[in-house]
């Protein structure tokens, strides 16, 4: 059974560093990857979408890799800012040899951008 | 814009009340889901639809139906309520044409509270 795991479970950093969430899954038969933030109180917001077939993804300061070899995706952060401040959740859709499956979710880092 | 919306975005009601919960999205998505997130938990799914008059069981669907009668609307029914169904819930939807498009978008949340 696919298992989707987010450490750590906090992180609490200062302006402007560079940071990465990391995200581990247990199968390596995926169909795609996608990461989320998830401001307090509202709904999930997707920021990057992996192909199986990718290694990356970039959106502005957010770059997001897949190792699926490894069962590894990283989302890299640069010149963090407070507004970054969120919990993300990273979800894969397993592969099941010719079907999708459908997302299974981590339970998220949730990040906080000190001024 | 597309969007996709919930309501009521809170609710409370007395255990054993049937209870109907609202999702509508306007990207005339084939796909949409229903998620709850529990502190701990994560978030998992209830029931999902690929499709009109196509509904399917989802992790945790024991107490929830869903009915699919058009494309833009997907209500989530709690047949009698129960404490243990206290949760935030979230729908989302999905393009699903082509399966490269399954990149998911989620509402806002209906926060519901069983006394």
């Known amino acids: 059974k696919q298992e989707v795991t987010q450490i750590p479970a906090a992180l609490s950093v200062p302006e402007g560093e560079n940071l990465v969430l990391n995200c581990s899954f247990t199968d390596s038969a995926i169909y795609n990857l996608q990461w989320f933030r998830q401001d307090p109180g509202k709904g999930l917001t997707s920021l990057l979408l992996?192909?199986?077939?990718?290694r990356e993804q970039t959106s502005g300061r957010l770059n997001a890799s897949l190792d699926k070899s490894s069962g590894r995706s990283t989302l890299y952060i640069a010149a963090s800012q407070p507004g970054d401040s969120a919990t993300y959740l990273c979800?894969?859709?397993?592969?099941?040899?010719?079907?999708?499956?459908?997302?299974?979710f981590g339970k998220g880092t949730k990040l906080s951008v000190k001024p | 814009d597309a969007e996709i919306t919930q309501s009521p975005r809170h609710k409370i009601t007395e255990t054993g009340r049937q209870v109907t919960l609202a999702c509508h999205q306007t990207?005339?998505?084939?796909?949409m889901f229903w998620y709850r997130q529990d502190l701990g938990h994560g978030l998992r799914l209830i029931h999902y639809s690929y499709g009109v008059h196509d509904t399917n069981k989802g992790e945790v669907s024991d107490g929830y139906s869903v009915s699919r009668s058009n494309t833009e609307d997907l209500p989530l029914t709690l047949e009698s309520a129960a404490s243990s169904q206290t949760s935030v819930y979230f729908c989302a939807s999905s393009e699903g044409r082509r399966k490269e498009l399954n990149e998911q978008f989620f509402g806002p949340g209906t926060r519901l509270t069983v006394l």
């Open positions: 992996i192909q199986s077939s990718q």
């Open positions: 990207w005339n998505h084939n796909n």
């Open positions: 979800a894969v859709r397993p592969w099941y040899g010719g079907s999708q499956g459908n997302l299974i």
